[in-house]
């Protein structure tokens, strides 16, 4: 089960449930794949809808791999995602936007003085 506080996002592949995370290793293939000049832009490519299907591919196969699979985007491309061509669109937006969500400082422990 995905954990979203930990920018996990689940993704059905071929019937099976994985974790996905667009952990620093997977930004950075991501990045290599996509030719990005860095994560402001492959962010901005995606903001402004200048994305294909490759880019969602490439997305989702990274995101996988940082969540422990160990498939390629050949492989990726082969499967069935569930929801279709509009689920991985889904699934990459939530990738994307757990990714660069902004980090939630834990809420503070009080104790009482002398115990």
Known sequence: ???????????????????????????????AALQAEGLVALAERFEGNRFSARDVLDLLAAGLRGGGWQGTAADL????????????ARAA????????????APAPVFRRAGG
């Not at 996990?8 to 994985?18: F, I, K, R, S």
């Open 1 to 31: 089960m995905a954990n979203p506080l930990a920018g996990e996002v689940e993704v059905v592949v071929d019937g099976v449930a994985h974790v996905a995370k667009l952990t620093l290793g997977a930004l950075a293939e991501l990045e």
């Open 77 to 88: 491309a082969r499967a069935d995602v569930a929801g279709g061509p509009v689920g991985a």
């Open 93 to 104: 937006a939530e990738l994307l936007a757990r990714a660069f969500a902004p980090v939630q």
